[in-house]
């Protein structure tokens, strides 16, 4: 099987992953996309870093709209929330687009957010979480993804955000699409996400376990 770095903003990860050196991939507007190899693991990784001018609610609201991932996560075709556990942990089914003749790759992620009290330092993890959504024939369960995102307030409504994501898509796929998913796929995703976070639906939203 070969395997690819595959950016699915809405997968999961139980912690940070670090991987034991990176490489600068893509800078441009304000995003680095980085690549890295993982300890103990024949994946690889996937890093950005970029500062955002939005509040720690505003984020958390966008994240938790799991329709709204169908809007700024590259290639999403479908996401929708499959089970609400808690006010800051979900369970979502995410289908994102491949390009023909590949089949379409599908994800069940369970999403928590939590945040440090004394630091304001936000965590958000997920794991893959099969056995929620039947495996569909047409497409392609992904086995194994991993995601972290760490947020530090640095300012007034200005956070510094890290993702780190791991991923196996299962089944073939072709050298050149590696490329593209691991550069451009985070690159216009968090170019998105910037635009869309500030949007009125989240401009007024808070949440017991969120400070700004």
């Known amino acids: 099987m070969k ?3 595959i950016f699915l903003a809405a997968c999961a990860v139980t912690g940070t992953l670090h991987a034991t050196e990176w490489e600068l991939k893509k800078d441009k507007d304000g995003i680095k996309v980085y690549t890295g190899t993982v300890s103990n693991s024949n994946l690889k990784a ?3 870093v970029f500062t955002l001018n939005a509040s720690m609610s505003q984020l958390t609201a966008l994240l938790l709209d799991t329709k709204a991932h169908e809007q700024w996560v590259y290639n999403t075709k479908t996401s929708y929330t499959v089970k609400k556990v808690s006010a800051n942990n979900l369970v979502y089914y995410s289908e994102v ?5 590949l089949a379409n790759r599908d994800v069940v992620v369970e999403m928590a957010i939590t945040q440090q009290p004394v630091t304001k330092v936000l965590y958000v993890t997920a794991n ?6 039947p495996v569909s024939k047409d497409k392609v369960r992904v086995p194994l993804s991993k995601v972290s995102w760490v947020v530090t307030p640095i300012g007034k409504n ?5 993702y780190v994501a791991e991923a196996d898509p299962g089944g073939e796929v072709p050298a050149w699409l590696v490329n593209s998913f691991t550069t451009k796929g985070p690159f216009e995703t968090f170019k998105k996400l910037k635009e869309l976070v500030t949007a009125p639906a989240y401009r007024d939203v808070h949440f017991d376990f969120v400070k700004d």
């Open 3 to 5: 395997r690819m770095i």
């Open 46 to 48: 996937v890093r950005a």
């Open 128 to 133: 893959t979480a099969p056995g929620s959504v």
């Open 158 to 162: 200005k956070l510094s955000v890290e």
């Open 97 to 101: 687009s491949m390009p023909w003749p």
